[in-house]
């Protein structure tokens, strides 16, 4: 009896064709090759072994099933944009990472420029740098931006990297701006002229922001006006 089998990769079988004396049998091996994934994103796969018979037109089958498990977080937001921030302030974001995978997962993390002459680590930073996650385990990662002072320059972005170990690389892409406090108060005077003792007078003085941020201001009247 002669037999042929036949199965699709990432499944091999180790004899493709068996030859059977009558009332013998013989074995083979079932082979997975994980080498093709390149993503290391977990992954089912299903496969099927066909055996066909010489002279018969009969098939058997075997079916056959492989999971793929590597160490995967899920991050939100992927993207952070800090705003304008007044020169030389700080503010930070918080990143929400969880293990989806069923093993633990160990990671750490990399800022990267967009730009080759950006100085990244006077601009972001990243707490904790590193970390490990049971499976179903959550932890937020704070990131900051500090807005330079430039006269320059006024827009900063970057990369953070977060590396799993075993695992996939993700990405987050962080973007931030520095602005100065810029307005116009007018009028600077305000001349009443000559009025009576109990006559009310008004005047109007208009305040406005042309920054990009904003602009917080109190009023203060001399006690001598009150």
Request: proline share 5%.
């Given at each position: 009896?002669?037999?042929?089998?036949?199965?699709?990769?990432?499944?091999?079988?180790?004899?493709?064709?068996?030859?059977?004396?009558?009332?013998?049998?013989?074995?083979?091996?079932?082979?997975?090759?994980?080498?093709?994934?390149?993503?290391?994103?977990?992954?089912?796969?299903?496969?099927?072994?066909?055996?066909?018979?010489?002279?018969?037109?009969?098939?058997?089958?075997?079916?056959?099933?492989?999971?793929?498990?590597?160490?995967?977080?899920s991050l939100s937001p992927s993207k952070?944009?800090?705003?304008?921030?007044?020169?030389?302030?700080?503010?930070?974001?918080?990143?929400?990472?969880?293990?989806?995978?069923?093993?633990?997962?160990?990671?750490?993390?990399e800022l990267l420029p967009k730009k080759?002459?950006?100085?990244?680590?006077?601009?972001?930073?990243?707490?904790?740098?590193?970390?490990?996650?049971?499976?179903?385990?959550?932890?937020?990662?704070?990131?900051?931006?500090?807005?330079?002072?430039?006269?320059?320059?006024?827009?900063?972005?970057?990369?953070?990297?977060?590396?799993?170990?075993?695992?996939?690389?993700?990405?987050?892409?962080?973007?931030?701006?520095?602005?100065?406090?810029?307005?116009?108060?007018?009028?600077?005077?305000?001349?009443?002229?000559?009025?009576?003792?109990?006559?009310?007078?008004?005047?109007?003085?208009?305040?406005?922001?042309?920054?990009?941020?904003?602009?917080?201001?109190?009023?203060?009247?001399?006690?001598?006006?009150?």
């Open positions: 009896l002669i037999i042929m089998a036949d199965v699709n990769p990432p499944f091999f079988v180790s004899t493709e064709q068996m030859y059977l004396d009558p009332n013998t049998s013989t074995s083979f091996e079932v082979i997975f090759d994980p080498s093709f994934k390149k993503d290391f994103t977990s992954q089912k796969i299903d496969g099927k072994i066909t055996f066909s018979l010489d002279n018969n037109p009969q098939q058997y089958f075997i079916d056959l099933h492989a999971s793929l498990v590597f160490p995967n977080l952070i944009c800090f705003g304008s921030l007044l020169k030389s302030t700080e503010d930070n974001k918080i990143v929400h990472i969880t293990n989806i995978s069923s093993i633990p997962a160990s990671f750490f993390w080759k002459e950006t100085d990244i680590a006077k601009l972001f930073d990243i707490y904790p740098i590193r970390g490990d996650l049971e499976v179903g385990e959550s932890q937020d990662i704070h990131i900051s931006f500090f807005a330079l002072d430039r006269d320059d320059e006024n827009f900063f972005d970057g990369i953070a990297v977060c590396h799993v170990i075993g695992g996939p690389d993700y990405t987050i892409d962080l973007n931030g701006s520095s602005s100065a406090i810029e307005y116009q108060l007018g009028p600077k005077t305000i001349d009443f002229g000559t009025c009576y003792l109990a006559e009310n007078l008004q005047s109007k003085v208009s305040l406005t922001n042309a920054s990009d941020i904003s602009l917080q201001y109190e009023i203060k009247m001399p006690k001598s006006l009150s």
